[in-house]
């Protein structure tokens, strides 16, 4: 075993320079590998002579985990680990190493245990009947690579290797079908009405959610007034995951749906649904403000149960279609998008708002109708915003006075080539 001796530690580390300092972690380094290497020694011969017979415990791995207080899958890696590298005894015969290369780069303190078990890896998956001269070159080749080479040039090499000496792969398993891939979501109310969803996805469907939250939750580019997102990565995600649930209800194989948007049960007082103000119970699991109904309402099915100041029912169950397929695609065409001034969003992320509201008469017509995206859907309800529809039948929008005290009328232009 290489003789590596400790640095010695500056009284005052920070003033030690940059090649002080990055000395004094390589060296450190080889220390605890060095020391890792010798550790292993000891733990082989611990197993050699039974852990059972000089302490009392069924295993060295056992025995390690309380010596070292750490969990005795750990303790299990750190002595397979010390077993690979140093020479154990077969029944009736001489002791062997199985990875002598290996051990020699670990006593010098070259590798880290993520080194050992990638090379470890290869070694078992060689097939038994490959000569020992060519597993050993192998074995040698990832050694000497793994001295100065990081985790990822390994892997490859091994897998390159392992194309060479075996090319035919491991033999086919006997089950004709592979097992289906495990995926787990709950979804569940909290109190305060709120929904807590969580689950388990396998690695193909969780890293096409990754990609899809990842495309629908980028950032809003900065619009024509300097407004920037500053939404946290968590909200755009959930702004993104309400987008993929509004893109698959509309889906016209959407079963239960018929491709419309939401099918939903509002219980709602009629005042409180002509003004926005006051509550409805949103399918008798909870409750949304009124104002969030009407903007619900917009494009959606509902079967309302419309209720008096009496409490008694006006309207119960009556579905009403507020925008069919044919007003859906010339709508579509008309804005190109969403209609909000400075908007990117595609027609598919919009929604079509009324408006003039159809709680208050409103029509649900061509020139009643505008594309919004969730974002400015939600703004026109909920700000100061004011959307109409222009003579020339293109609908325009009404900044606050806050952002222009006259109050110009602008329109989105990023939709429509301007002649």
Known sequence: MSETLVPELPQELWRAGKLELAHGVTSLLQVMRVASAGLGKYLAEVET???????????????????????????????????????????????????????????????????????????????????????????????????HAGPKEIAEAGADLLAHLDPDGAEPKDEPEPDPPRREVFVERRKDGFWKLSGLLDPETGARTAAALDAHGARRPVDEFGQADHRTMPQRYGDAWAELLDLAIACPDQPGTSGYRTLVHVTVGLEALRTGLGTACLDFVGKITAREARLAACDCLMIPVVLNAAGEPLDVGRMRRF?????????????????????HRAPKHCHAHHIRHWADGGPTDLRNLVLLCSFHHRLVHHGDWLVRMAPDGIPEFVPPQYLDPLRHPRRNLLHRVVT
């Open 49 to 147: 002579r039974g852990a059972e017979d000089l302490f009392g415990y069924g295993s060295a791995s056992r025995w390690f985990a309380d010596v070292a207080r750490i969990s005795h899958g750990d303790a299990q890696d750190v002595v397979n680990r010390a077993l690979a590298l140093n020479p154990v005894a077969e029944v009736g015969g001489e002791a062997t190493v199985f990875a002598p290369a290996t051990a020699a780069a670990a006593e010098d303190g070259a590798l880290a245990d993520q080194h050992i078990d990638l090379i470890l890896e290869v070694l078992r998956r060689i097939p038994s009947d490959v000569p020992a001269e060519e597993r050993d070159g192998a074995e040698k080749i990832l050694a000497d690579l793994a001295r």
């Open 323 to 343: 925008v069919t397929p044919g007003q859906r695609r010339a709508l579509n065409i008309r804005d190109g998008g969403c209609a909000f001034p400075g908007c």
